[in-house]
Structures are given as C-alpha cells and as structure tokens.
Nanobody
Framework: QVQLVESGGGLVQAGESLRLSCAASGIMFSINTMYWFRQAPGKQRDWVATIGSGGSVNYADSVKGRFTISRDNAKNTVYLQMNSLKPEDTAVYYC?????????WGKGTLVTVSS
C-alpha cells in the first residue's frame, strides 16, 4: 500500500522559512520521480517542484530561487525547503508520486504565511 505523509507546515511570517517533508512507503522510492504541488484556498492545485531519481530538479517560476527540493533515498523522504516565504505561498502543500502507472497523493500540510 502506497502512503505519502507530509509534515512541516505551519504559520510563519513573510520572509521566514519552513522545511516540508514527505515520507513515502510502499514504493521503490529511489527510482521514482517525486513532486510537490500546492493548492491555495479557492484555487486549483499547482505544480511547485520536481526531483528525479537521479537528482535533477525543476521549479515553477513562482518559487524559483526561493524553494529547494531534495531527497534522501535512505529515509524514503523528499523535502521542500522554502525560504523568503510570501503571503501568496499560503496553501496546502502535497507530495505526489507516479508508481506502477498510478498517481498517489499525500493528504497535504498547510502552510500559512502572514504579512
């Protein structure tokens, strides 16, 4: 059974940092590309960042230069380091994986950035 569990969200002020974690189980983590998405209140879920099995990364323009995605294959965990947070980064953050032809989502972790 595939499980993705996000953690690390919270309430911070603009300019501060947070690190999100997503612990995966039930998959061969090291061979999978991992994704972070976010969904702001009343808006669609948007892609934030991707890290490939070999460590290649990509970011949405809105977070480039502020967010860093990384992975620890020994811990089956993907991280999202978020610096210089802005109120518009307020959202529920989800990790996602595509495994054996199916897409799996975690339940998300809420990040609230106050101005």
């Amino acid at each position: 059974q595939v499980q993705l569990v996000e953690s690390g969200g919270g309430l911070v002020q603009a300019g501060e940092s947070l690190r999100l974690s997503c612990a995966a189980s039930g998959i061969m983590f090291s061979i999978n590309t991992m994704y972070w998405f976010r969904q702001a209140p009343g808006k669609q879920r948007d892609w934030v960042a991707t890290i490939g099995s070999g460590g290649s990364v990509n970011y949405a323009d809105s977070v480039k230069g502020r967010f860093t995605i990384s992975r620890d294959n020994a811990k089956n965990t993907v991280y999202l380091q978020m610096n210089s947070l802005k109120p518009e980064d307020t959202a529920v953050y989800y990790c996602r994986v595509l495994s054996d032809g199916r897409i799996y989502w975690g339940k998300g972790t809420l990040v609230t950035v106050s101005s």
